[in-house]
């Protein structure tokens, strides 16, 4: 077994008390590979952010869990080396059974999710518990969901939203024991999180989707006051970004995300840890499209990967400044 506290991670528990009480959330961004880390890293270095690394089911198969356990132990000898010491936590997002988060735990994970919305509720909390149970042996923070988010992304799979239902909450967490709850309030994974029809228009003609159940939050934050709580589905879709996406040859249609400023209001709350992982998506790849265009001759990997890590640090070190709220916050 190896525990995250050899590597140098820490756990998401003194992170979020500290992010609930200043009024910011903690990026959570996804990582597949290495371009992927050193922006995030350098982003988060760079405004002096705590940083959630996190790992979907589909990306541990893709990067192997070993390689993962090393690259997080290199994340923190790399943030040395930068000069900033920034907390890092190594988190599995939508795990979905007890024995995957298991394996997480055993191999460096310093937080982990247990995603149990798509059964009942009692089997949800079944869940949810047994998970809670096993990873606070070993002082690995656990985090839960309730309601689901509409949307495709890696394995998560949803038609339809259902709002989390706040008279649940309060239950589920004293059952469960879990450290934080992912809650369902109108985000929605992937980039096609609305479509034109859901939406108006404002002055400048810009699509606008239906506001967040923002009193569904004000509720849940009557109930469980101080709790730390999740968004997931949160990224905002930059319109330049897509553009860019389709001047050099994609076919990005109907892509309208979650408004900036919904989100700086969620951080405000005691939404403390905020997931993005399209928008990177799009960056990166609005990027590499540019330089195939630009550049047909091209072949050396690091030509067309290089700049669309430095797009994607320019693009989380605007969220940590302008967004999350969560720069400046290590001293």
């Not at 590597?7 to 597949?32: C, E, H, M, R, W």
């Not at 992304?153 to 024991?177: C, I, L, M, N, R």
């Not at 067309?304 to 940590?320: H, I």
Request: proline share 4%.
């Amino acid at each position: 077994m190896a525990h995250y506290k050899e590597l140098g991670l820490v756990s998401t528990k003194q992170l979020f008390a500290d992010a609930v009480k200043g009024g910011y959330a903690i990026p959570a961004y996804n990582f597949n590979n290495l371009e992927q880390m050193q922006a995030i890293l350098q982003a988060c270095v760079e405004t002096k952010s705590p940083v959630i690394l996190q790992v979907s089911s589909g990306a541990r198969k893709y990067a192997n869990a070993t390689l993962l356990r090393n690259m997080a132990k290199g994340a923190v000898e790399y943030v040395a080396e930068l000069g900033v010491k920034i907390p890092i936590v190594l988190h599995l997002d939508h795990g979905d059974t007890f024995e995957l988060c298991k394996d997480c735990i055993d191999n460096g994970f310093s937080s982990v999710m247990i995603d149990g919305s798509h059964h009942s509720y009692e089997k949800n909390i079944e869940l949810t518990s047994k998970v809670v149970e096993y990873a606070h042996k070993y002082d690995v923070s656990v985090e839960g969901e309730l309601g689901v988010l509409a949307g495709i992304e890696d394995d998560v799979v949803a038609a339809h939203s259902t709002y989390t239902k706040p008279e649940e909450v309060q239950d589920f967490v004293k059952k469960t024991g879990v450290d934080s709850l992912a809650i369902s309030i109108g985000t929605s994974h992937g980039a096609n999180k609305f479509t034109p029809a859901q939406c108006t228009r404002n002055e400048q003609g810009i699509l606008i989707p239906p506001m967040l159940k923002f009193d569904i939050l004000e509720e849940i934050e009557k109930r469980i006051p101080g709790f730390p709580i999740v968004l997931h589905g949160s990224s905002s879709v930059p319109l330049e970004l897509v553009a860019e996406v389709n001047k050099f040859g994609g076919a990005m249609k109907d892509t309208i995300g979650i408004p900036e400023e919904w989100l700086r209001r969620a951080a405000k709350s005691a939404v403390c840890k905020i997931n993005i992982d399209s928008d990177g998506r799009i960056a990166m790849t609005a990027a590499i499209r540019k330089v195939f265009v630009e550049q047909p001759g091209e072949f050396d990997p690091r030509k067309y990967l290089g700049p669309a890590r430095d797009a994607l640090k320019t693009l989380y070190k605007y969220k940590n400044i302008n967004v999350l709220g969560s720069a400046e916050r290590v001293k």
